[in-house]
């Protein structure tokens, strides 16, 4: 470099070094004069001490454990900066894997600066697909930080924070005490409503359907009052204790997407005493499993079946005992 006379000038060296956050470099700096013999005639000398500062960020990812399909799924992304220097303009992306995620990918809004030390959250939700056909599905959602500034340089960090969640699929047992089909043949027999001292005979029926998991160990037990009667007919399945007047229903391994249907009879006797009162047929069906995708245990109470048969198009709202002078239907 020439300068001439009364002329100044900037010297500016760039370079890298290497080290952890927080250890110290010693800068040693000697400017001078090179002589004509080439030695070196130092004119200027200056030692300093320099802190390292890495930037470095912490990323985390939540969701909830489990989800289901046609639901929102909240999920939130935290930031922390672990350095010592301002990050600034950090910009976010979030990528989903999974069928039943609508987008691959979204950014999510800047981080305009962060502080050394300072967290910043950022939540988003999405809606996921209610496609009920796909079984065992997990989603999975990777977090990066693509582009941040510190010093006006811009960089970008290795991290990515990563979480994943099971959809979860419904067991269904709907429990229906019925007198006609929903075709409204008759299943039953016997007077509607109900009458002192003549027997009318209900169908119970259970409805099961599997969600999108394998369920295993599945069994469905009810209790009868003791002014109901066993007819002893019921499908194949289905045991009954007379001693403990328990009716149970039991499956080893129920596939996903599983469907059946299973049903007994019982028959009533009204005396004097069940006048005017609806007469319960069976207590709380009660539903136990185990979801083998997502290890939970399956825990299902239905409210005790009575001769309301609020299911049933051709019986509802004849289901309160009559008196036996009464027209009955038989």
Known sequence: TTLAPGEKGKIEVKGTMSGSSGATKEFH???????????????VEQRSLVVIVNPEVQLSVTMAEFAKPGTELPITVTVQNTSEAVLTNIQLVASMEGALFQDNEKQLEDIKKLQPQETVERAFKTI???DTTLADQELHVTVRVPSASVGGNTISFPNIAEARTKVAGDLSVVAEARYFNDDLVKIGSGPLPP??????TYNIVWNITNGGNTADDVTITTTLPNE???DNVASEEIMYDATMRKISYSIKKLP???????????????????LNTLMVLTDDTLVSG????TN???AIQQKRLTTELASDEGASGK????GDSEELIP
Do not use: C, Y
Not at 29 to 43: C, K, R, T
Not at 319 to 322: A, H, K, N
């Open 29 to 43: 700096l000697q400017m001078g004069l090179l002589e004509i013999d080439n030695s070196f005639n130092v004119q």
């Open 128 to 130: 996921l697909r209610n």
């Open 195 to 200: 009458v002192v001292n003549h027997t009318t």
């Open 228 to 230: 109901v009667i066993w």
């Open 256 to 274: 996903a997407f599983t469907k059946s249907v299973v049903s007994f009879s019982v028959s009533i006797s009204p005396t004097n005493e069940d």
């Open 290 to 293: 185990h979801n083998t995708f």
């Open 296 to 298: 939970q245990d399956i």
């Open 319 to 322: 289901g309160v005992v009559i």
